[in-house]
């Protein structure tokens, strides 16, 4: 019991710092090849391109594997509807036309945000432990620490 504590409390850690990222508004420019962007759709946009990325789109993630003057060549990772629907990607590469984009942001992750989450699931994570046997993090809480339970 105490390793499954251990193991899904690592895994929440895993992906509550993973989700620490900020949107940033880019300067308009040529994007560099590699950086993760997000490129708000427009009306048309979503609609023009309901083919090749599904229905209803909002938004589409990923890093720009080639810039044109007239489109953004995009390793996609995630596309959001305008109802909310998260779809993962795995890289598949999608031709984004500028016209249909109406704002364009960098995704960069928030060292700040990310540390102040790491801290305060690690705490959850020894307090998790202490509660349930102290295996592993009871020299913190008092408790008896490592070992096996006999």
Known sequence: MTRFIIIASA???LFTTASCYRLTPTDGGAPTVGRELVLELSERGAI???????????SVTGRVADFRDDAYQMAVTQTNSRGGVETLWRGEQASVPRAYVVRVAERRLDRRRTWIVAGISAVGVAIAGSAFGGSGFGPLF????????Q
């Open 11 to 13: 895994t929440a850690l």
């Open 48 to 58: 023009e391109l309901a083919p090749q990325l599904g229905v209803q789109l909002q």
């Open 142 to 149: 008092g408790g008896r620490g490592g070992g096996t339970r």
